[in-house]
Structures are given as structure tokens and as C-alpha cells.
């Protein structure tokens, strides 16, 4: 089976989307681009244990509705150089960490790696998120998938303890902080456990059929590396919930929707907005709150507006004003005749979703100012969503609940291979790891295709194509490292012919053997810290 890294999923090497995001010049020049990115029309599938490939990014943001991280960036405090340079292009919901992190309060930054192979260039990138996030002052988790490789991956555990220290060497090396931070590996870690067995009772097979194509002969305990991973995802939120982020390549995205939703059925009440006291879809929901907000202030007295009133305002607005198709105006409508002279009255709902009688009860008591209780839900008059969100998450707290906060995350492009088309750690020339002699490292630099022209003349004339090169992407996403004046002289350089690429992979291969020399000391430098650290780097079990 390939895939079983972020490096397998990479098929980019083609221009950026839009065609000039990539050019430097095209940018001011605090926020120009510097990846590879990936265009063309294939599909894009999302499997984290299969051959995905993103070969489209905007298809990521239309199809799966992940967010452009650009426009997010503003709110991040000193991002990251992968923020900066557009490695990092996606993100579900990573505002609230932005905002921790800006105002010094509680976040966490979580991610987790299959121990099965070296770690390698693309797994630094995850080290170096995990690792800023600790630095700007977030709880740090790192986590070794080690059922994850056992039951996907069919790892032994001989070979899962020996990777299992190079990742958490390398980590350690880059700088992450193990007495701040917290390492575990998912076997040995009870409440983990405990936490995936309670989510797996809020998932079903069907679900994880639709979303991961499982079926018959999937084994059991592959299902239950994906209830483990969720866990994982929630596991800084046990103790307290708060913002985290969760920074993965995009093929992990379905885990991260699927904990998203976990964290939501886990709830004891969801706050909405309402009008009456029956409940409304969304889409009925947005149709009220429409006509509503269009109704005449002079007409509209609280006490007199009417759920008739509402419905006949709707019947007289021709449908194609109204921003709904058929079927929600008649269903709404019903629903409003049925209410008949119910007041219409905005007000903040608590639905109970599966609260216990106390905390239903308790919560009653805790709305200040006008309130209506309903069999499933109370409605409250004088308090805003917010106030709501808080208060709701405060008494499930207090009753025994989590009060998970939906996870965020952060998504990096897959890189390419030294070789053109995707970096796999099948074919070592395609890619760098961490443990490579730092030689080796130079020589697979100096081998690697570029993007240059087929002559010296060609390339002064019309420029190299830095958005197609490998080893511009070195550059862009390791060894330029913070220094954005240097990784945008090169691709200027390159751009405008003055840089040609025996040179430029010269200067490449070279940093790439300092890099490699000084982490590998480092690696070494940190053996004692590691096993001082607290996890287990020795796994019971055996097979
Ligand atoms: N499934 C991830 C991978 O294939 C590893 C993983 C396990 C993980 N638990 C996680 C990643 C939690 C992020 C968060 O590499
Ligand atoms: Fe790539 Fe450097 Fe050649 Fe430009 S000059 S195409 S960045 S190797």
C-alpha cells in the first residue's frame, strides 16, 4: 500500500491555481508566494489511507469547504514563515486559535504521526506547526498513531518503536519542548482510550463506511484507530475545552470533519437562534428571519406581530424575491399557520441535546430575565448568542460534560519530489529524511530536476520557472527557514535569469548538508531529554 505519509500524497509541481499568486513580483513583497502549488483539472479524493491526491487546491475550498488561510493570516500574531509563504493554504475555523493566541489565553495544537518509515522533510514541516503553536504559548501534543500503524498499516511493533523514536528525536531536535508539551503513543494511553470508546458510541459503521469506504472486510480494529484518532483530536479539550488546532496535510481532512462533528454531538445543548416557539430548519429559519427584518418597524410591535402576519407577508412576496426555493416557503408557511397568533419574537434557543434532567434544570435556572421553557428546549429572551454559547458550555461543564470546542486545523501543501511528481518514501531519491547521511542529502539535491530552461541563454533570457521547482520549494519550505528577503531574492533571481541552476542547487545542496549535519547533532543532543520525557518508547505489546 503507498500513501502511508504526507509525502506519498504530493502531486503538485504545476503553477499555483490562479496562474500568479506563485510570482513574487505579483505580490507586495510581506506577503509574496513561494510554493509550488498545484493546478489542473483532475479530482480530488480525501483518503487518509489511500492514494490521495490534490493536484487542484481551489477544488479543496469549493468542494470540502475548507477556508483559504490568507484570509486568516491577518489575525495570526508572528506567523509562521509557512503562514507567510503560503504553505500553509487552508484552514477549518483556525480563528478562535488565532485569537488565543493573540490575547494570551487557553489553545491547544495537537497532531499525531503513523510511525512507519523515516521521518522525512514533509513530517518536518508538522514538527515546525506543532512546535510555533507551543511557542505562542499554545498546549502542545504530539502523538505517536501506533494502534493507527499496527491496524492500517499492518506495522509489527519492533518496527513501530524504532520509528517511533526517530520522529520523537527529530521532534525534540526542532525544538519542541517536552516538559511544557505532552507526548504519548496511543496504546498506552488509558484516557484516550476511555475517550474513544465514549465518541464510538456517537458514530455508527454506515457513517464510517460513507466517509472512508469501509465495508465487510474492514478489520475491526481499523475502525477503531479511526474512534482512537478522534480521541486524539479531543484529548487536550479533557481537562478543559479550549481552541485547537490540529495542523495535518489535507488528507486527513475527513478525520478532522468527523471529529468536528463529534464534538458537536457530544453537547448537551445546542443555541440557536429562534422566532417561536416550534422549531425551524435552517433554510425556514433564515426565510423568517428575512421577513422579519423587512417588515415594516412602524407595523411591527412586538406584542402584535403574529405568526399569521409573517406567513401572509411571505404568501404576498413573489417567490423570486425570496431566497428559498419552493419547498422551504410551503413547509415554513405551515409551520407559521400552525403557530396561528403565536407572537413572533426573536430570542436565543437551548435545545437539549442529551442532557441530563439536572442539567437541563439547572440551566433553567441560570437564564437571567425573561425565559420560556419548552418540553426540548428553553428559550431566552435577554441574552445574546454569545452569552448563550457560554452559559451552555459552563453548565454542561459543571454537570459532568466536556464542552468540546469544534477542532480547528491548518493544512500544508504536500511537497514534490526531488525527482518531478510526487515525493514518496518509496523512492528515496524523490525525497529527504531527516536521518539521511547529510552527504546524501547533497548529492539527492544536486540530482534533483528543476525548473530551469533547456540552455543557459534560454534561462538568462526568459527566466527559470522557480513555481515548477523542486528545489525552489526546498527553499521556500525549509531552507530559507525565517529568512523571507533570502527565499524571495532566489526566486526573484530565478525568475528574472540571473540565477542560474547549477548554482542555485549548488547553494541548495549545501544547505541542505548543513541542515542535516546540525539537526542530526541535535538529534543526539536530545537523547537524554527524551528519555527523561514521559512516554513509553517501548511498547508492551508485542506480534
Ligand atoms: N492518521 C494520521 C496519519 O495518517 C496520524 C494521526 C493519528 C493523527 N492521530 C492523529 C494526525 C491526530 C492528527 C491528529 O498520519
Ligand atoms: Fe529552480 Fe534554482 Fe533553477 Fe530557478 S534557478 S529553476 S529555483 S534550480
Not at 475548507?66 to 486568516?72: K, L, R, V, Y
Not at 525544538?175 to 458514530?203: C, H, I, K, M, V
Request: glycine share 8%.
Amino acid at each position: 500500500m503507498t500513501g502511508d505519509d504526507p509525502l506519498e500524497e504530493s502531486e503538485s509541481g504545476e503553477p499555483l491555481p490562479d496562474g500568479g499568486e506563485g510570482a513574487a513580483g505579483s505580490r507586495s513583497s510581506s506577503e509574496f508566494r513561494t510554493d509550488g502549488g498545484a493546478a489542473g483539472a483532475d479530482d480530488v479524493a480525501l483518503d487518509p489511507w489511500g492514494s490521495s491526491s490534490v493536484s487542484d487546491y481551489r477544488k479543496l475550498f469549493e468542494e470540502f469547504g475548507i477556508e483559504e488561510f490568507d484570509e486568516a493570516l491577518a489575525e495570526v500574531p508572528n506567523p509562521h514563515y509557512l503562514m507567510r509563504r503560503g504553505v500553509i493554504f487552508g484552514h477549518r475555523d483556525y480563528r478562535p486559535v488565532a485569537e488565543a493566541l493573540r490575547n494570551d489565553e487557553p489553545a491547544a495544537v495537537l497532531s499525531g504521526f503513523m510511525p512507519t518509515g523515516d521521518p522525512h522533510i514533509g513530517h518536518k514541516l508538522v514538527f515546525d506547526e506543532i512546535i510555533w503553536h507551543q511557542q505562542q504559548g499554545a498546549d502542545a501534543y504530539a502523538l505517536i498513531a501506533d494502534l493507527e500503524a499496527n491496524s492500517a498499516r499492518g506495522m509489527s511493533w519492533d518496527e513501530i518503536d524504532e520509528h517511533a523514536r526517530d520522529y520523537l528525536l527529530s521532534l525534540l531536535a526542532l525544538g519542541f519542548d517536552p516538559e511544557d508539551g505532552t507526548l504519548y503513543r496511543q496504546s498506552t494511553n488509558r484516557e484516550l482510550q476511555d475517550l474513544a470508546f465514549e465518541l464510538g458510541a456517537e458514530a455508527n459503521f454506515s457513517e464510517l463506511q460513507a466517509i472512508y469506504g469501509f465495508d465487510g472486510e474492514t478489520d475491526v480494529s481499523h475502525m477503531q484507530s479511526v474512534v482512537t484518532q478522534m480521541a486524539d483530536i479531543l484529548y487536550p479539550q479533557l481537562e478543559e475545552s479550549k481552541p485547537t488546532v490540529i495542523p495535518v496535510g489535507p488528507d486527513q481532512d475527513p478525520h478532522v470533519r468527523l471529529a468536528r462533528d463529534l464534538a458537536e454531538r457530544m453537547r448537551f445543548f445546542k443555541v440557536s437562534k429562534a422566532y417561536a416557539s416550534f422549531e425551524l430548519e435552517p433554510a425556514e429559519r433564515d426565510l423568517v428571519a428575512d421577513c422579519y427584518e423587512r417588515l415594516d418597524p412602524a407595523d411591527v410591535d412586538d406584542d402584535s406581530l403574529r405568526c399569521v402576519h409573517v406567513a401572509e407577508a411571505l404568501e404576498e412576496t413573489p417567490l423570486s424575491d425570496l431566497d428559498a426555493d419552493a419547498d422551504t416557503l410551503r413547509s415554513v408557511l405551515t409551520k407559521l399557520e400552525e403557530g396561528g397568533m403565536e407572537p413572533v419574537r426573536p430570542r436565543t434557543r437551548f435545545f437539549d441535546r442529551r442532557a441530563s434532567d439536572e442539567a437541563f434544570d439547572a440551566l433553567i435556572d441560570a437564564i437571567d430575565g425573561e425565559k420560556r421553557v419548552y418540553e426540548g428546549h428553553v428559550d431566552a429572551f435577554e441574552i445574546d448568542r454569545a452569552e448563550a454559547e457560554e452559559l451552555a458550555r459552563e453548565i454542561e461543564v459543571d454537570n459532568g460534560g466536556y464542552g468540546f470546542q469544534p477542532p480547528s486545523s491548518i493544512y500544508h501543501r504536500f511537497m514534490t519530489g526531488l525527482t518531478g511528481g510526487k515525493m514518496s518514501s518509496s523512492i528515496p531519491a524523490s525525497h529527504i529524511s531527516l536521518l539521511d547521511d547529510p552527504a546524501d542529502g547533497y548529492d539527492k539535491v544536486k540530482a534533483a530536476t528543476t525548473g530551469g530552461r533547456e540552455t543557459a541563454e534560454e534561462q538568462r533570457e526568459k527566466g527559470g520557472k522557480a513555481d515548477e521547482c523542486p528545489v525552489y520549494e526546498l527553499y521556500a519550505y525549509l531552507l530559507a527557514g525565517d529568512d523571507d528577503e533570502f527565499a524571495k531574492r532566489v526566486y526573484d533571481e530565478c525568475v528574472g535569469g540571473e540565477r542560474l541552476c547549477g548554482d542555485c542547487k549548488e547553494q541548495a545542496a549545501q544547505l541542505m548538508r548543513e541542515f542535516l549535519e546540525e539537526h542530526q547533532e541535535k538529534r543526539e543532543e536530545v537523547e537524554e531529554l527524551l528519555e527523561q520525557a514521559d512516554i513509553e518508547l517501548e511498547s508492551p505489546r508485542r506480534r
